[in-house]
């Protein structure tokens, strides 16, 4: 119904900058909202931003100020850009679409914060 696909992981040093795409096709994408979640080694995933479909976002208090989530329509695209990045920023990153009646999940992409 819906298929999600993250890109524009990869290694950054402390400080730097990378920006998430998340692709969704297979519905409507417009009405859905999006979120991006993170799960690093030993620990549940955790909501890092969300979107609805009229733009209204929500940041978890760590990435507050330093990320920043957004939505194009027209693309069917979700992205997220991440500044200041820290170390402890690193984890795996997921794209998510709340599609009632489904809960959907792209496949992941790894971002490492380290020197």
């Known amino acids: 119904q819906v298929q999600l696909v993250e890109s524009g992981g990869g290694l950054v040093q402390p400080g730097g900058s990378l920006r998430l795409s998340c692709a969704a096709s297979g519905s409507i994408f417009s009405i859905y909202a999006m979120g991006w979640y993170r799960q690093v080694p030993g620990k549940q995933r955790e909501l890092v931003a969300t979107i609805t479909s009229s733009d209204s976002t929500n940041y978890a208090d760590s990435v507050k100020g330093r990320f920043t989530i957004s939505r194009d329509n027209a693309k069917n695209t979700v992205y997220l850009q991440m500044d200041s990045l820290k170390p402890e920023d690193t984890a795996v990153y997921y794209c998510?679409?709340?599609?009632?009646?489904?809960?959907?999940w792209g496949q992941g992409t790894q971002v490492t914060v380290s020197s």
């Open positions: 998510n679409a709340d599609a009632p009646p489904e809960d959907y």
